[in-house]
């Protein structure tokens, strides 16, 4: 089948697959998986425009829902977390999808410009785990692991006999004003600023406008790092950012198309739906497979990927 916009001829049913088993992964730690598929779209199948951008935010915007609902049905979805991310990225997004139109639009510079972003996140997510190991905090009871005693023991009942190990807990917000955000997690109380969230989710923003993904693989890894949050609660609210920004990206690229005439700007909707319907059934699945896995081997699977990812790029750049 040949996409127009993208100039790209590929089966159909390579998109939904490579989508499903992407996001089925990257879903367990906030992202969507959009991170990955560029570099897909760009090395495997030959799609360089600066379109495959904006198709990479459409395919969010289909894939998405079914990995935030699950989070929220499982009651793992800080609202005042997306919210705060949402309003910080939006005006980024505009600024970033500018940017890589005007002054990126070389595949080979914007390779490297997408490395350097992978490659910082990768390299700070290995830093924490490490200086953790290092530091012994991982034989520390946190609530990501009693979190995941409970799940442990969830499974280990016999059914009709769930009952008596009672609900799994939830996220139960304490506190959210124009200063501080806080919430209880298993018995943890976490509280991190409003304007440190939205000054940060404004620089993502615009990373995020330029290199098509929405900012979530970029603001997921940092709620843990940076703000000590724990994976089980950021995913949901990461994952809901990421879906406001991309349609509000998807929807400026469309806009800007005209004033680039003699450039592919416009996302490539068949293409992107088809990626995103993929998407759509990995997220879900690996949303609902997120609570047996545990927090330290979702982090360094995220952090394998990435840089990976980052040192092909860089390979590419100087070949």
């Known amino acids: 089948m040949f996409f127009q916009a993208a100039g790209i001829e590929v089966e159909p049913w390579i998109p939904p697959l490579v989508a499903l088993g992407v996001s089925f992964f990257t879903s367990m730690g906030g992202v969507s998986?959009?991170?990955?598929?560029?570099?897909?779209?760009?090395?495997?199948?030959?799609?360089?425009n600066p379109s495959v951008s904006a198709t990479n935010q459409l395919y969010n915007i289909v894939a998405i829902p079914s990995g935030v609902y699950r989070y929220w049905k499982e009651g793992r979805m800080v609202w005042p977390l997306a919210l705060v991310v949402i309003a910080g990225t939006l005006p980024g997004v505009f600024i970033g999808a500018f940017v890589r139109?005007?002054?990126?639009?070389?595949?080979?510079?914007?390779?490297?410009?997408?490395?350097?972003?992978?490659?910082?996140?990768?390299?700070?997510?290995?830093?924490?785990?490490?200086?953790?190991?290092?530091?012994?905090?991982?034989?520390?009871?946190?609530?990501?692991?009693?979190?995941?005693?409970?799940?442990?023991?969830y499974r280990s009942q016999a059914v009709g006999q769930e009952a008596a190990v009672g609900p799994l807990a939830t996220v139960k917000i304490t506190h959210f004003n124009v200063k501080r955000l806080g919430y209880n997690f298993y018995g943890e109380n976490f509280d991190v600023s409003f304007m440190g969230i939205f000054s940060l989710s404004f620089l993502v923003g615009i990373v995020g406008g330029i290199y098509g993904i929405g900012g979530g693989a970029i603001i997921a890894p940092f709620f843990v790092t940076v703000?000590?949050?724990?994976?089980?609660?950021?995913?949901?609210?990461?994952?809901?950012?990421?879906?406001?920004?991309?349609?509000?990206?998807?929807?400026?690229?469309?806009?800007?198309?005209?004033?680039?005439?003699?450039?592919?700007?416009?996302?490539?909707?068949?293409?992107?739906?088809?990626?995103?319907?993929?998407?759509?059934?990995?997220?879900?699945?690996?949303?609902?497979?997120?609570?047996?896995?545990?927090?330290?081997?979702?982090?360094?699977?995220?952090?394998?990927?990435?840089?990976?990812?980052?040192?092909?790029?860089?390979?590419?750049?100087?070949?």
Request: hydrophobic content about 55%; some cysteine; glycine content about 8%.
């Open 101 to 153: 139109v005007a002054w990126l639009p070389d595949p080979k510079n914007f390779k490297l410009f997408a490395a350097a972003v992978l490659l910082y996140i990768g390299l700070k997510i290995v830093r924490e785990l490490v200086k953790k190991k290092a530091a012994g905090t991982d034989s520390k009871a946190s609530s990501e692991d009693r979190f995941q005693e409970m799940v442990r023991r």
């Open 33 to 48: 998986g959009a991170f990955l598929l560029l570099p897909f779209q760009m090395s495997i199948l030959g799609y360089t």
């Open 227 to 319: 703000f000590g949050l724990p994976v089980y609660t950021v995913a949901g609210a990461a994952l809901m950012g990421t879906f406001v920004t991309s349609v509000a990206g998807v929807v400026f690229y469309q806009l800007i198309a005209p004033f680039y005439p003699n450039v592919s700007v416009a996302p490539d909707i068949l293409l992107g739906v088809l990626f995103g319907i993929g998407g759509m059934a990995g997220m879900y699945l690996g949303a609902h497979c997120q609570k047996f896995v545990k927090a330290k081997m979702i982090k360094w699977m995220l952090a394998s990927i990435i840089v990976f990812t980052a040192a092909k790029y860089i390979a590419e750049f100087f070949r």
